[in-house]
């Protein structure tokens, strides 16, 4: 019989399978993501990924766009690499990754997340949040959605240009 590790679990919140969620360090103020407990680790979609070195540390310059289908809205970051690692992608593709360390905000909790950057064009979601990121600190209702709020999705104040306007 195999035994199970016991944890007492005292989670600050219940979230939904989707939520809005800030990375204040990387200065991204609101990027949509899905929690996703399949995946060990956080992604986040980058672009123009360039590694160079600041202070005798390894650090990231990379592009994203936070929002699905918006190629005309970009945030650029600067961050440490943590390490290299291989990860498995959704496909069963191992891929090298840089991972780095933020802070992520999801409603009123604030916490240390590692995440792997990669390129997640073709996928919905710009960023995944993965079980390691929400263990012990929030249940999932995967019927819900945004049970954060959906204040951040109002960050970037754009409008979208229709054709009939140009």
Known sequence: MMKMKKRKL??????GWKEWIELPELRIPAVKAKIDTGARTSALHIFSLEEFQSGGRKMVRFGI???QRRKDIECFCEAPVLEQRRVKDSG????KRYVIQTTAKLGPVSWSIDITLTNRDPMLFRMLLGRKAVE??????????????RRLAKSYHTKRIKKAEL
Not at 92 to 95: D, I, K, P
Not at 136 to 149: E, H, M, Q, W
């Open 65 to 67: 766009h936070p929002l």
């Open 10 to 15: 005292q989670p600050t919140a219940i979230i």
């Open 92 to 95: 069963g593709h191992y891929e």
């Open 136 to 149: 012990d600190r929030f249940l999932i209702n995967p019927g819900c959605s945004y049970l954060t709020g």
